[in-house]
């Protein structure tokens, strides 16, 4: 087969519009196109008033070497590329010896543990929290009765904080060896949607994804894995190797056990404090990394439709607009967009006495408000320059106001823009309701964002406001605080995939600052588990 890509279509076109247009692209005759697959499916909404679908497909002809002679040196007419995944290893037959640990069951892990245990290594999967289904009645008890459970919640628990998410399944992460398509497989045989494997921005949303991990947890369970729940890694024991170095010999575990361990992929969530903690203390190389903090802010999701497609806004092609947006600000803070939920409602919170907040939406992407991330980019040396984990007191110092200026309730604190852009309190609100639960209350944000954050967010809201219609609408209302963007911290690893400093120990995903996102972080941990698998004493 050969790859097309570059087609483009109306909007509404028909179903023999793609394969005419496949035959006027290459040149040939209708019985001359055997077959053809949609790889990918895009949007092209530069022009509102014709709004253009753009593909790429795979196809199969008469005679295709004769078709790439025709079109060599064109980048769109192109041989198919090999998108199968390949194992690098195999547990050899009758193998038993210590299980690879993979520590965290988020998106990273989760797919470290499929992939080893499909390789025949029968890992061992340790999580501090719940399985989904427990995960999410904890979840809605913070929801609804304002009860807070540190170790199940938005942030942990089976799935991780992906399961709580719009479900984005798109990054931007160079994927030669095409591992995402292998993350988006494993999906579909999990019960996600078959139009991931080709829309441009897939998603799945919150109910379909609890279904899918329960489904894949299952079939690492019937490969030899194994999930232990409610396990919490509190000490890391080393010892000395033979060249000196120190490596892992095991994991102490939150019940007082010991679990001997050579080899441990640690693929811990960016909120995941306390195993950072432990990890510095033990004397492992980590590094502070940037991030951002700012609020979510949230529109009626017919507002930013209209927007962005114009006539055809409630397309079910098009679904619920998205967007993106970016503002260098005079004081040098970059504003931008981050983690935009169509459709959705705003969440979080993980700790006690703090509120942070976050962005889910479910597949339907149905709900009616919008939100975003409207964050401003921060430094470690200019913003939190004392130490490799000072970049954690930030976020708890600006999350612990939060949770006063909301209320010391679990509230979130909210302001409407108009409001913040004058610099006075909001004290009701307007045409937009805002989403979090269990409750927004409507106070002066200033209370909990550093000035220059304020200062970069009230330049760049009027310059968005002249790119999407109505975006800096007095009535819109920001939710504070964000500050979880990504992690804090970066625990430096070497190619061969191990820490700097401790050998087997396999740092990996969002938590160790190599990854951002669902696929991203599920790209991470196919990686991590081939590394692992090359460097297991069996191999």
């Avoid at 006539?311 to 004081?331: D, Q, R």
């Avoid at 087997?504 to 698998?533: C, N, T």
């Amino acid at each position: 087969m050969l790859r097309l890509s570059g087609l483009t279509l109306p909007l509404d076109h028909d179903a023999q519009a793609l394969p005419a247009a496949i035959c006027a692209r290459l040149g040939i005759v209708r019985d001359d196109l055997r077959e053809y697959e949609i790889v990918r499916r895009a949007n092209d909404a530069r022009r509102k008033n014709a709004i253009l679908l753009v593909y790429t497909v795979d196809v199969a002809l008469a005679d295709e070497a004769e078709v790439l002679a025709q079109f060599a040196g064109n980048h769109e007419v192109r041989p198919r590329p090999d998108t199968d995944y390949h194992f690098v290893a195999r547990a050899p037959e009758g193998w038993s010896g210590l299980r690879p640990v993979v520590v965290g069951a988020g998106p990273c892990g989760l797919f470290a543990g499929l992939i080893l245990a499909q390789m025949g290594f029968r890992p061992i999967i340790l999580d501090r929290g719940k399985i989904v289904r427990e995960r999410t009645k904890d979840t809605w008890g913070l929801w609804r009765r304002s009860q807070l459970n540190p170790d199940s919640n938005v942030q942990f628990g089976e799935g991780g904080a992906g399961t709580f998410s719009d479900g984005k399944l798109y990054c931007r992460v160079k994927d030669p060896r095409f591992l995402g398509r292998k993350v988006l497989e494993e999906f579909v045989r999990a019960g996600a949607p078959d139009d991931i494997l080709f829309e441009a921005h897939p998603h799945i949303g919150t109910f379909r994804l609890v279904t899918m991990v329960e489904s894949m947890r299952r079939t690492i369970e019937g490969l030899g894995g194994e999930y232990r729940w409610q396990t919490r890694v509190d000490e890391l024991e080393l010892e000395r190797g033979p060249d000196g170095h120190q490596r892992l010999r095991g994991l102490h575990l939150q019940d007082g056990s010991f679990l001997e361990a050579d080899q441990v992929v640690l693929a811990v969530g960016h909120s995941a404090r306390p195993t950072f903690e432990m990890l510095h203390r033990r004397g492992v190389h980590i590094e502070a990394k940037p991030f951002s903090i700012g609020v979510r802010i949230e529109h009626p999701q017919s507002w930013i439709d209209e927007a962005r497609y114009g006539k055809f806004a409630g397309h079910p092609i098009l679904g619920a607009a998205a967007y993106s947006l970016t503002h260098h600000a005079s004081n040098g803070r970059a504003v931008y967009s981050f983690c935009m939920c169509p459709g959705g409602r705003v969440v979080a919170t993980s700790e006690p006495g703090r509120v942070v907040t976050n962005g889910m939406s479910q597949y339907s992407r149905a709900e009616f408000n919008a939100n975003s991330g409207l964050v401003v980019a921060i430094e470690p040396a200019r913003d939190y320059p004392d130490g490799p984990l000072a970049g954690i007191a930030f976020q708890r110092h600006w999350e612990a106001l939060a949770y006063r200026a909301g209320g010391s309730s679990y509230a979130a604190p909210g302001q409407k823009v108009g409001d913040f852009l004058a610099g006075r309190p909001s004290t009701e609100l307007g045409a937009v309701t805002p989403s979090y639960k269990p409750g927004v209350t409507m106070t002066d944000l200033s209370q909990c964002l550093p000035g220059f954050a304020i200062d970069a967010m009230r330049e760049a809201l009027p310059v968005f406001g002249r790119q999407i219609a109505r975006y800096d609408h007095p009535d819109v209302v920001m939710t504070g605080v964000e500050t979880r963007t990504s992690s804090p911290v970066r625990i430096t690893r070497g190619k061969d995939f191990q820490s700097l400093n401790v050998a087997r120990l396999f740092p990996e995903g969002e938590g160790a600052g190599y990854a951002g996102g669902i696929l991203s972080a599920a790209i991470d941990g196919i990686k991590k588990a081939g590394g692992v698998a090359n460097s297991h004493p069996g191999q």
